[in-house]
């Protein structure tokens, strides 16, 4: 690192995507107008067909991104501040479109000068050089960069300053010939890669086992066509909760716990989400070929039914529950089909009310934090502070429901044929009434995680619930 020039008087240059902020926003207006309008990706290709400046200006009149929320690189954002303070000019020069930039402008307050893309020029690479050339002159301004599209900025530039640069493209600068100062070094870590595909949320594809059990059909070919339906049906959710993140990015930065997720946060290029999400998706189709039609055909219903949830449904009231229901009760129904087992209306029935009555509880946990923070609406959701009350009596309820649907089933013809002694499972639905209280009651009392389903398998009762629960089934078998 060479010494610095006095700042006075002298100009910086600051790029946007990658170097201001932690993210692109070809991508952030790309993912925010396919969440208000399915028919973006369409949009998309007839703009690219102009070029990407038209792209990006058609996208950003599309989209609406929350500037103020956006993940900006405090390092960088001081840097400029005080670069300003000192004396010196900033600008901010971006291939992001004009607009864009000047709304990010004019919420930092800290740019004399803002050039964007308008549409017609991407003010991108060798055109950016040649447009700061032309308005400072040759090498009369300092530059911020973080990508190898601006080293032929950096090569005109009086000081090369980079931004979570890697040691190549370091190197690369440090060749040009300006004075070089490498600002925020580029941390390298699989964290939060591992963190968005939500392995934690795998737990919920266990239901894929559930018909073997009930069924009491645990032969070595039933069990090894269950685990390759887990990892299929782990695979495709991991695909959608990478596409539901790129769509939820606005409603996420508002969320008081929701912000940290590694897209909202900046801490994975959006452009890796829009890569890895079709791959994950692909992969999981091709493992699923040799399970048979049924279970590609669910697998399907599955994937389409998560898109539409994504895009509209979870924005309708009561919709969005029943269709969150349907979802658990689909990996059921897949289970069924992978392994040529055949599905008991008494265990749809009872994941039907079961599962919509957690899907209820996770809307309540939501309505009690917009609530708490004194928001009419729970963020991207369709639901008032006022119906908090209403989503907590259909938790209850339908889970009560649930409850009377297993004390029916005890009762049941088909009980004789799979169980020795009826008895203990009637403990099982004294536990399940229980439970099912308990969790109404915890987030009522806001302890609640966004996702029940998370909640349960970190909360140390709900352990000793399933315990119980496996030696009541294990009494109600016991010769």
């Known amino acids: 690192m060479l010494a610095q020039a006095p700042v006075q008087n002298r100009v910086l240059a600051v790029d946007l995507d990658g170097t201001l902020i932690c993210t692109d926003m070809l991508y952030e207006t790309f993912w925010s107008a396919f969440s208000r309008n399915w028919t973006t990706p369409f949009v998309a290709l007839g703009g690219l067909a102009a070029g990407r400046a038209a792209l990006k200006s058609r996208l950003g009149a599309l989209a609406d991104v929350d500037i103020e929320k956006l993940p900006y690189r405090e390092a960088i954002v001081a840097y400029v501040r005080q670069w300003r303070a000192d004396g010196g000019r900033t600008v901010l020069v971006t291939a992001s479109d004009q607009a864009v930039a000047d709304r990010v402008a004019e919420h930092l307050g800290i740019f004399d000068e803002v050039y964007g893309s308008d549409g017609v020029t991407n003010l991108k690479g060798p ?74 949320q795998w737990l919920k594809n266990a239901l894929i086992f559930l018909p073997m059990m009930a069924a009491h059909q645990l032969s070595a070919v039933t069990i090894l066509q269950a685990v390759t339906a887990f990892v299929v049906f782990s695979m495709v959710a991991s695909s959608v909760y990478l596409l539901n993140d790129l769509l939820d990015l606005s ?96 265990l749809l029935a009872f994941s039907i009310f079961f599962f919509f009555s957690l899907a209820a509880v996770k809307r309540q946990a939501e309505l009690a934090d917009a609530l708490d923070s004194n928001k009419r609406e729970a963020s991207g959701r369709g639901y008032r ?25 005890t009762t049941s013809s088909n009980i004789s044929s799979l169980y020795r002694h009826a008895y203990p499972l009637w403990g099982v639905c004294l536990v399940l009434f229980y439970w099912i209280s308990r969790m109404v009651m915890i987030t009522h009392r806001r302890r609640m995680h966004d996702d029940p389903v998370v909640f349960a398998v970190k909360d140390r009762i709900s352990h000793f619930c399933l315990l119980i629960i496996a030696a009541l089934v294990a009494a109600s078998l016991w010769p």
């Open 127 to 200: 055109r950016k050089a040649q447009f700061l050339a032309e308005r400072f002159g040759e090498g009369g301004f300092a530059y911020i960069g973080d990508a190898t599209a601006d080293l032929p900025v950096w090569k005109r530039a009086n000081e090369a300053i980079t931004a979570t640069a890697s040691s190549s493209l370091r190197a690369k600068v440090d060749g040009l010939g300006p004075p070089t100062r490498h600002l925020v070094e580029k941390g390298v870590s699989l964290k939060p890669y591992a963190k968005a595909l939500r392995p934690h």
């Open 251 to 346: 409603a996420d930065r508002n969320h008081a716990r929701k912000h940290k997720r590694p897209f909202a946060a900046g801490l994975i290029p959006l452009s890796h989400g829009t890569i890895l999400a079709p791959l994950l998706l692909a992969a999981g189709f091709l493992l699923a070929v040799p399970l048979g039609l049924k279970f590609v055909l669910v697998m399907l219903a599955y994937y389409a039914t998560t898109m539409a949830y994504s895009l509209h449904l979870k924005r309708r009231i009561v919709i969005d529950i029943c269709v969150l229901a349907g979802l658990y009760t689909l990996r059921i129904l897949a289970g069924g089909m992978a392994t040529d087992v055949p599905l008991s209306v008494w």
């Open 385 to 409: 502070a006022e119906d908090l009350q209403l989503i907590t009596s259909m938790a209850i309820s339908s889970g009560y429901v649930s409850v009377l649907v297993m004390a029916l089933y």
